[in-house]
Every structure is written in structure tokens, then in C-alpha cells.
């Protein structure tokens, strides 16, 4: 299992350092088609879903190392109990955040199911 959770995790980093490339030469790919005169207007919308991914996968991967952004200016000096208190702390009101933002997406996604985007008209 801890072998097929390394896997997991290593595909889950190439995807992650995929993503921001295809993003890029989407946008280069709909740049050049605009300038050729047959513009590619999804290309945009592709690329800013690959940037969330890309971000959130990021986050994951980051989460995972315990590599997350931190300011040890203050917590380095505290005893190792209170780094513990405080990193469970922090991870806590990390856990609040994502399910409060994934509550709010949920709602989202159902109110804006009919919406139309620029490129998939209905």
C-alpha cells in the first residue's frame, strides 16, 4: 500500500509540474491562432482551469512535506509543545478554510450549472 501511495503521489507531482507548461503553450497556441486569423477562444478558459488545478495540486504536495509557507522567526524559539499546539492549530484553521471554500464552491457549481461559458455555448 505505502508503494502504490508513493506512486500515487509522484504522478500527482508530474501532473502538477504539467499543468503551468500546457497552460502556457495554450495561451501561446491561442495567441498565434488569433494573430493567423482562426482565434481559439477556449483556450483561455483551459488554460485559468489548468492554473486552479495546478494551485491546488501545489498546496496538496506542499501540505503533504509539511513545506507549507511559515515564519519560524517566533515559532523556532517556542518549546517543541507549543510548536506542536501551534502547527495543529494552524493545520485546523487550514482544514476550516477548505471546507467552508469547498461548501461555498459546492453551492456555486449548482447555481451556475446552466451558465454558458464564452467557448461551450448550450
Known sequence: MAALYRRFCAVQAVWAAAFPVAMVALIFVGGVARMAGYPLNWTGDAATAL????????????????????????????????????????????????????????????????????????
Open 51 to 122: 492554473f486552479a488545478r495546478a494551485c491546488f495540486l501545489c498546496a496538496d504536495i506542499a501540505w503533504r512535506r509539511n513545506s507549507l509557507m511559515a515564519i519560524e522567526l517566533v515559532t523556532s524559539r517556542l518549546p517543541a509543545l507549543a510548536r506542536k499546539v501551534l502547527r495543529l492549530a494552524n493545520y485546523g484553521l487550514i482544514t476550516v478554510f477548505l471546507l467552508y471554500v469547498a461548501g461555498w464552491g459546492t453551492r456555486l457549481s449548482r447555481i451556475s450549472r446552466a451558465r454558458s461559458f464564452r467557448a461551450f455555448p448550450r
